[in-house]
T-cell receptor, first 113, second 112 residues
Framework: DARVTQTPRHKVTEMGQEVTMRCQPI?????VFWYRQTMMQGLELLAY????????DSGMPKDRFSAEMPDATLATLKIQPSEPRDSAVYFC???????????FGSGTRLTVV | AQSVTQLGSHVSVSEGALVLLRCNYS??????LFWYVQYPNQGLQLLLK??????LVKGINGFEAEFKKSETSFHLTKPSAHMSDAAEYFC??????????FGQGTILTVHP
């Protein structure tokens, strides 16, 4: 089965450090999302790309977060500088433009100490 | 504006009992609706989807959901719960331009 690959699966970092999370969407999928999941807030949309162009990043703290798709096989989410409140599970999802739904990766569990 | 409301953050049932997880939506355009399941320490897995075809949708693991426009609902059901159904379930709405909006999730507990 085709799947969305996220790396790393786990990341522990110190406050103030840069964190980069990577996502390899399913080949041929032209829609990519980044979500953050916490106990308090649930699933929050951070960024949404279509054909590598950002369509919606209103959910992302602009001062420290950035999301890019340098090519169709890679999406990145960076946090600089990281803070303890950024501790969460970050999910990437991809899908076609049709109504088939989206496939989620297994997530990156980030802990900022 | 579009939104999804899941009624009940926790649902507990006995093994073999009916499972009913409630989802209501608000959308200014005909919605595409989805149910996802998340097992502990895993990503979200698509259970089923409604895309304006049949209003009763069957998914994996014996789950089904019925789209009711008049009630703006898309409740998830399973006739007989199994221990392996214990997980968190998310209802989601997709706008015509593709963005997904999720409900807050419902944790299903299944007792022996």
């Amino acid at each position: 089965d085709a799947r969305v690959t996220q790396t790393p699966r786990h990341k522990v970092t110190e406050m103030g450090q840069e964190v980069t999370m990577r996502c390899q969407p399913i080949l041929g999928h032209n829609t990519v999302f980044w979500y953050r999941q916490t106990m308090m807030q649930g699933l929050e949309l951070l960024a949404y790309f279509r054909n590598r162009a950002p369509l919606d990043d209103s959910g992302m703290p602009k001062d420290r977060f950035s999301a890019e798709m340098p090519d169709a096989t890679l999406a990145t989410l960076k946090i600089q500088p990281s803070e303890p409140r950024d501790s969460a599970v970050y999910f990437c999802a991809s899908g076609p433009l049709s109504s088939d739904g989206y496939t989620f990766g297994s997530g990156t569990r980030l802990t900022v100490v | 504006a579009q939104s999804v409301t899941q009624l009940g953050s926790h649902v507990s049932v006995s093994e073999g009992a009916l499972v009913l997880l409630r989802c209501n939506y608000s959308s200014s355009v005909p919605p595409y609706l989805f149910w996802y399941v998340q097992y502990p320490n895993q990503g979200l897995q698509l259970l089923l989807k409604y895309t304006s075809a049949a209003t009763l949708v069957k998914g994996i693991n014996g789950f089904e959901a019925e789209f009711k426009k008049s009630e703006t609902s898309f409740h998830l059901t399973k006739p007989s719960a199994h221990m392996s159904d214990a997980a968190e379930y998310f209802c989601a709405l997709r706008a015509s331009y593709g963005k997904l909006t999720f409900g807050q999730g419902t944790i299903l507990t299944v007792h022996p």
